[in-house]
């Protein structure tokens, strides 16, 4: 895993992370009979944001011509953002209240 250039262990800042393959049916528009799912959890936001990416490769190439490379972007969202977000909504709620007072 990628954070920028930098190689990064995942669970240094996210102690409990797992990613587990899903092995019940899908129920999804996109999935496929061919397709692998996983769930990726975090139990604990770090506190700080982190933007991270992993690299990605066909298991089989169907063709030497033809390299299926992607990448996958994860945004880890920062735990202090959970606190500003309640507040802000609290905030909207009670400013229509004081109208009427």
Sequence with gaps: M??????VRILEFLPGAKLEEVKEAVDSSRATENETTYNFTVPELPSDEHHLHVNCTAAQEKSRDTVAVCQ???HIASSAIRPVMAASVI???IA?????A
């Design 72 to 74: 996958v972007f994860f």
């Design 91 to 93: 905030l909207s709620l």
């Design 96 to 100: 229509p209240l004081l109208q009427f």
């Design 2 to 7: 990628y954070e920028g250039g930098n190689k």
